[in-house]
């Protein structure tokens, strides 16, 4: 269940950074792959590798613009954290 006040960062750049948010208290790191229009912030590659490290209450939140839904599902697929029944 989310929180009833949240805060969510869009668009984490690298590891460092997300840890970085982590230890500010961020719970919610924000991932937008496949821009239609602005540069990616990082690699859908480099995504799940961070993804897949944050450990709770930390999450990873997609950010998509992605209009085909085998196409977020195939992502999701990818980025699914080994230790946790939701992908994200």
């Known amino acids: 269940m989310l929180e009833k006040h949240l805060i969510q960062i869009a668009g984490v750049v690298d590891a460092a950074e997300a840890e970085m948010l982590r230890q500010c ?30 450990a709770p209450p930390v999450l990873g939140v997609l950010i998509t613009y992605l209009d085909e839904a085998s196409e977020i599902a195939a992502f999701l697929s990818r980025a699914r954290h080994p230790h946790r029944a939701a992908p994200w």
């Open 25 to 54: 208290g961020v719970r919610y790191l924000g991932f937008p792959p496949r821009l239609p229009v602005h540069h990616e912030d990082l690699t859908e590659e480099e995504a799940t590798t961070i993804i897949k490290s944050l």
